[in-house]
C-alpha cells in the first residue's frame, strides 16, 4: 500500500491567492482527518470526516478554510483568501473504523508557505 | 474541551542516557497513543494503551497507563541517535477524535 498521499509536498504562495491542499487515504479506511502543524499551537485537527462525511469541523480556524471529500479516496482543503499566519504544514491521515483500528496512518504533509 | 498536557517541551540527553516524557489529560481518556515524528517527517503511531495501569515494552521503549486513565509516559533507557524525533501523546475520549498533547523534542548528544 502506498499510504496516505498528500499534494502539493510544498507550496508557496502569495497573500491572497487560494490554496487547495489535496489527500488521497489508504483504500478502505472510513476516516480521514486533517491537521495543521505550526510550532506555535502544536498539532491541531482541523476537521475530520467518516465515510465522506464531515462530522467534526470545530477545528477549522475560519471561513477561508473549507474541506470536501467527494469520494472515499478524495479530499481537499481550501484556502480562499490565504494570510500569511496559515503557514504551516497541513497532514491528512486516515484510519479504519471499529474499536481495534484506531491507529492513524499520516500522510507526509504539505508545507504552505504564504508570503 | 480536553486538553492534553506534555511535559517537557524538550530534552536534550547524552546517548546511552535515559529519557522519559509524560503526558497529563485534563479529562479521563478511553485510549490514549503515542507517536513519533522524525525531524521534517510525519508523525508515525508507536502504541495504544486502553487499560487502566497498562504497561507496554517496545524494546527500549517502556509506556504507561495511569491507574485513572488521565496521565501516561514514555520511558526510553539507554537513547541512541536513532531516539531523536519528537514524541507526541494522543488522547482519545469517546468521540473519533484524538486530541495531541505538545510533544516532547528529543535530542540525543553521540
Known amino acids: 500500500d502506498a499510504g496516505v498521499i498528500q499534494s502539493p509536498r510544498h507550496e508557496v504562495t502569495e497573500m491572497g491567492q487560494e490554496v487547495t491542499l489535496r489527500c488521497k487515504p489508504i483504500s478502505g479506511h472510513d476516516y480521514l482527518f486533517w491537521y495543521r502543524q505550526t510550532m506555535m499551537r502544536g498539532l491541531e485537527l482541523l476537521i475530520y470526516f467518516n465515510n465522506n462525511v464531515p462530522i467534526d469541523d470545530s477545528g477549522m480556524p475560519e471561513d477561508r478554510f473549507s474541506a470536501k471529500m467527494p469520494n472515499a479516496s478524495f479530499s481537499t482543503l481550501k484556502i480562499q483568501p490565504s494570510e500569511p499566519r496559515d503557514s504551516a504544514v497541513y497532514f491528512c491521515a486516515s484510519r479504519r473504523a471499529g474499536l481495534s483500528y484506531n491507529e492513524q496512518f499520516f500522510g507526509p504533509g504539505t508545507r504552505l508557505t504564504v508570503l | 474541551g480536553q486538553q492534553v498536557m506534555q511535559i517537557p517541551q524538550y530534552q536534550h540527553v547524552q546517548e546511552g542516557e535515559d529519557f522519559t516524557t509524560y503526558c497529563n489529560s485534563s479529562?479521563?481518556?478511553?485510549?490514549i497513543q503515542w507517536y513519533k515524528q522524525r525531524p521534517g517527517g510525519h508523525p508515525v503511531f508507536l502504541i495504544q494503551l486502553v487499560k487502566s495501569g497498562e504497561v507496554k515494552k517496545q524494546k527500549r521503549l517502556t509506556f504507561q497507563f495511569g491507574e485513572a486513565k488521565k496521565n501516561s509516559s514514555l520511558h526510553i533507557t539507554a537513547t541512541q541517535t536513532t531516539d531523536v524525533g519528537t514524541y507526541f501523546c494522543?488522547?482519545?475520549?469517546?468521540?473519533?477524535?484524538?486530541?495531541f498533547g505538545g510533544g516532547t523534542r528529543l535530542m540525543v548528544k553521540p
Open positions: 479529562t479521563t481518556l478511553s485510549n
Open positions: 494522543a488522547g482519545k475520549n469517546a468521540g473519533n477524535m484524538l486530541t
